[in-house]
């Protein structure tokens, strides 16, 4: 099993279309840590909303974190993928 290769994401095209689907999924969770980081800098503007505020840079910080698990599971799951077609093509 080889990770983070390219040939990976071209390998079939259910890897392709796992592919963007997990690429999607990681923009959208990009986005919406943005949007966090965003409210909740906006809402430290008020005093009597700076506990939400520093909830809303938790649940950023929180969103941040899962961008880099997106990759690698998709990363995981791709190459087994690959291991799933060798095996195949063996019988």
């Known amino acids: 099993?080889?990770?983070?290769r390219?040939?990976?994401r071209q390998r079939s095209e259910r890897a392709k279309r796992f592919y963007?689907?997990?690429e999607l999924a990681h923009t959208c969770v990009d986005f919406a840590a943005a949007v966090a980081f965003l409210v909740g800098s906006i809402l430290f503007f008020w005093n009597s909303l700076e506990t939400i505020a520093i909830w809303f840079f938790v649940l950023g910080s929180l969103l941040f974190g899962?961008?880099?698990?997106?990759?690698f599971l998709r990363e995981v799951k791709l190459a087994?993928?690959?291991?799933e077609e060798d095996l195949a093509k063996r019988d």
């Open 1 to 4: 099993m080889t990770l983070f």
């Open 6 to 8: 390219h040939e990976n």
């Open 20 to 22: 963007a689907a997990s």
């Open 66 to 71: 899962v961008k880099p698990t997106i990759r």
């Open 80 to 83: 087994a993928m690959g291991d």
